[in-house]
């Protein structure tokens, strides 16, 4: 059963995890859109899907003036990328070309298996993308706040695996960190420990927006409406999440 996404309230909701967020068949899987200018696919799972990661970076890039940019993806519950490859259908939709860029999450990936079952299947995926003309892209994601510890080597893991395959390392992760420094009573983290607020999923898509488009994000809206939804970001701490984006998309703003 398709995933029907949907944005609820600022930093206290989530979107149900029940069901599976990609389609049902090749008939409905996405594919480029030939009149967009920069298409860009996520694959990869809640971490993705929830709160509408990609759909935020469009309404990033539209409030900016940058026309013609699709967001789509390819996302489950739970999914490393070693199961999308099994799957076949993120496969199938990189294989139909046109991408400019795709870019790839699973879990935190911090234990040393896991790492190297990332770097593996980032490789495989990247492998095709190329063929196909795209740019691979990593969107390093966090760890469970249980297990907050596990920050410093899930980055790794994820600049390993974009180090691996010449691609982008977007550090979703390293943004929240940088700015819990500047305050650290953020609620970036969704009442569950796992999956991001608001504000955690806005901070993330500021970092991979910025980027992506090798651009500051300083003044960018801090309200957004995506599918199923709208958002208001409070002004003195949009200011504080664009600054941590911009900090850690240093060399990607000024390459």
């Known amino acids: 059963m398709p995933f029907q996404r949907r944005l609820l309230a600022l930093s206290l909701f989530l979107t149900p995890l029940g069901c599976g967020l990609a389609s049902t068949g090749p008939d409905d899987e996405p594919g480029p859109d030939p009149a967009a200018t920069t298409r860009i696919l996520f694959v990869g799972n809640s971490l993705t899907y929830v709160n509408d990661l990609p759909g935020m970076v469009k309404a990033l890039a539209d409030s900016s003036g940058i026309s013609g940019v699709q967001t789509a993806m390819v996302a489950f519950p739970d999914y490393s990328l070693e199961d999308h490859w099994n799957n076949g259908q993120a496969g199938r939709v990189i294989s139909k070309g046109g991408w400019h860029y795709v870019v790839m999450q699973q879990g935190p990936s911090a234990v040393p298996a896991n790492r190297e079952n990332l770097r593996q299947w980032v490789a495989t995926f990247a492998d095709l993308i190329r063929t196909k003309g795209g740019t691979p892209a990593l969107y390093q994601i966090w760890p469970q706040l249980v297990n907050v510890s596990d920050f410093d080597a899930s980055s790794e893991s994820y600049r390993l695996a ?49 980027g992506l488009f090798h651009r500051s994000v300083i003044g960018v809206p801090r309200g957004l409406s995506v599918t199923g939804g709208s958002f208001q970001i409070p002004a003195g701490e949009a200011r504080l999440l664009q600054q941590a984006a911009d900090q850690v998309n240093g060399p990607l703003i000024h390459p």
């Open 162 to 210: 974009a180090l691996d395959v010449g691609g982008l390392f977007l550090q979703a992760g390293n943004a929240w960190r940088t700015a819990w420094a500047g305050d650290a009573s953020l609620a970036l983290y969704a009442p569950d420990g796992l999956h991001a607020s608001v504000s955690g999923t806005y901070l993330a898509a500021l970092t991979v927006f910025g």
